[in-house]
């Protein structure tokens, strides 16, 4: 039977579950690349680097509409030096040039004053560093995605929607997001930043929102892992315990209520920790903690269908399709 006797838009109603081993379901689906806390070692170095690096070779034969990094694109036991920022921003660029939506990890700035790193840094020196050099400095990641919307206070945060498949960036990171660990800068000032980044992130959800009528299913992308168990256990937050509690709740929180304000699938994809895995959370609302770490070295491909209702999103890795884990309990 081909697609000669029916139309295209009958043979994608057929689709209910994504197949997506046959030619049909590509036809019916849309495939996003995640790649998380990576490169940190020469060996994913080499994995990345064309034309031979097999993770190269995979991104590109997947042939994804975009390719989304959540940060720590460096080893957090690697000095923050320029030159090493703008040699890993190169190997990225190269990967899969102008359709690469970044975000900032602790890694890449908040965690380059560790006393351990040789020179270590000011961190909110590297923070302004890292934005000049990721998102104001030629080639742009992004230069290939036409439409691409960045918000004008803080422009890492990005917004792209295609074939009515929202993704988004929101700058969140691990540490705590920036609130211990202070080395080097002055406390206050960091803590402001800090305050600053949420109230501009949760002005981007609302913002988000408003263009809701524009897609059908949107994913999130950030570093930190706010789902994980010892910060789901840890108490509600104060001025004075910032080491031993929660400070993302409300950001769960925010990210529910939208799931079901907009009542659209939403997927909250971050890296930070080691687990590599998938679940849903809610009706409208999934959860990826995307591979790398050390771990597991490898990306994740998500498709989404919008066709489905029920299984919108489908995770697997790219050189181990057999993964990720479904539910998250690291």
Same mark, same amino acid.
């Given at each position: 039977?081909?697609?000669?006797?029916?139309?295209?838009?009958? &043979?994608? /109603?057929?689709?209910?579950?994504?197949?997506?081993?046959?030619?049909?379901?590509?036809?019916?689906?849309?495939?996003?690349?995640?790649?998380?806390?990576?490169?940190?070692?020469?060996?994913?170095?080499?994995?990345?680097?064309?034309?031979?690096?097999?993770?190269?070779? /995979?991104?590109?034969?997947?042939?994804?509409?975009?390719?989304?990094?959540?940060?720590?694109?460096?080893?957090?036991?690697?000095?923050?030096?320029?030159?090493?920022?703008?040699?890993?921003?190169?190997?990225?660029?190269?990967?899969?040039?102008?359709?690469?939506?970044?975000?900032?990890?602790? $890694?890449?700035?908040?965690?380059?004053?560790?006393?351990?790193?040789?020179?270590?840094?000011?961190?909110?020196?590297?923070?302004? %560093?890292?934005?000049?050099?990721?998102?104001?400095?030629?080639?742009?990641?992004?230069?290939?995605?036409?439409? *691409?919307?960045?918000?004008?206070?803080?422009?890492?945060?990005?917004?792209?929607?295609?074939? &009515?498949?929202?993704?988004?960036?929101?700058?969140?990171?691990?540490?705590?997001?920036?609130? #211990? $660990?202070?080395?080097?800068?002055?406390? @206050?000032?960091?803590?402001?930043? @800090?305050?600053?980044?949420?109230?501009?992130?949760?002005?981007?959800?609302?913002?988000?929102?408003?263009?809701?009528?524009?897609?059908?299913?949107?994913?999130?992308?950030?570093?930190?892992?706010?789902?994980?168990?010892?910060? /789901?256990?840890?108490? #509600?937050?104060?001025?004075?315990?910032?080491?031993?509690?929660? #400070?993302?709740?409300?950001?769960?929180?925010?990210?529910?209520?939208?799931?079901? &304000?907009?009542?659209?699938? @939403?997927?909250?994809?971050?890296?930070?920790?080691?687990?590599?895995? %998938?679940? &849903?959370?809610? $009706?409208?609302?999934?959860?990826?903690?995307?591979?790398?770490?050390?771990?597991?070295?490898?990306?994740?491909? #998500?498709? %989404? $269908?919008?066709?489905?209702?029920?299984?919108?999103?489908?995770?697997?890795?790219?050189?181990?399709?057999?993964?990720?884990? *479904?539910?998250?309990?690291?």
């Amino acid at each position: 039977m081909t697609l000669g006797i029916y139309s295209w838009q009958k &043979r994608c /109603l057929q689709l209910t579950f994504l197949l997506f081993t046959t030619t049909s379901s590509i036809l019916c689906a849309q495939t996003v690349v995640v790649l998380a806390d990576t490169p940190y070692s020469d060996k994913e170095k080499h994995m990345l680097q064309g034309p031979n690096g097999i993770l190269y070779r /995979l991104i590109n034969e997947a042939k994804p509409t975009v390719v989304m990094h959540l940060g720590d694109f460096k080893s957090g036991v690697k000095s923050c030096t320029d030159e090493l920022l703008k040699e890993h921003k190169a190997l990225l660029a190269q990967t899969y040039p102008g359709k690469i939506i970044y975000t900032p990890g602790d $890694n890449d700035w908040t965690d380059c004053d560790r006393i351990s790193l040789l020179p270590s840094f000011d961190e909110l020196e590297r923070h302004d %560093f890292l934005i000049k050099l990721m998102f104001e400095t030629s080639p742009l990641l992004t230069q290939n995605l036409p439409s *691409i919307i960045t918000q004008e206070k803080q422009i890492e945060n990005k917004l792209w929607i295609n074939d &009515r498949l929202a993704i988004s960036t929101l700058h969140i990171v691990g540490t705590s997001n920036g609130r #211990v $660990n202070i080395g080097k800068s002055n406390q @206050v000032d960091a803590i402001k930043k @800090v305050n600053k980044r949420d109230e501009a992130n949760l002005a981007w959800l609302k913002n988000i929102e408003d263009k809701a009528k524009n897609f059908d299913a949107l994913i999130i992308g950030f570093q930190a892992d706010m789902y994980q168990k010892s910060v /789901l256990e840890s108490g #509600v937050c104060d001025d004075t315990s910032l080491n031993k509690c929660d #400070v993302f709740s409300f950001y769960r929180q925010a990210f529910s209520d939208l799931a079901k &304000r907009i009542n659209k699938p @939403v997927l909250i994809s971050h890296g930070d920790t080691g687990a590599f895995c %998938f679940e &849903r959370l809610d $009706n409208n609302l999934w959860h990826l903690n995307a591979a790398g770490d050390f771990q597991y070295l490898d990306a994740t491909k #998500v498709i %989404f $269908n919008k066709q489905s209702t029920e299984n919108p999103f489908i995770v697997s890795g790219l050189i181990n399709p057999d993964l990720p884990n *479904i539910g998250c309990e690291n």
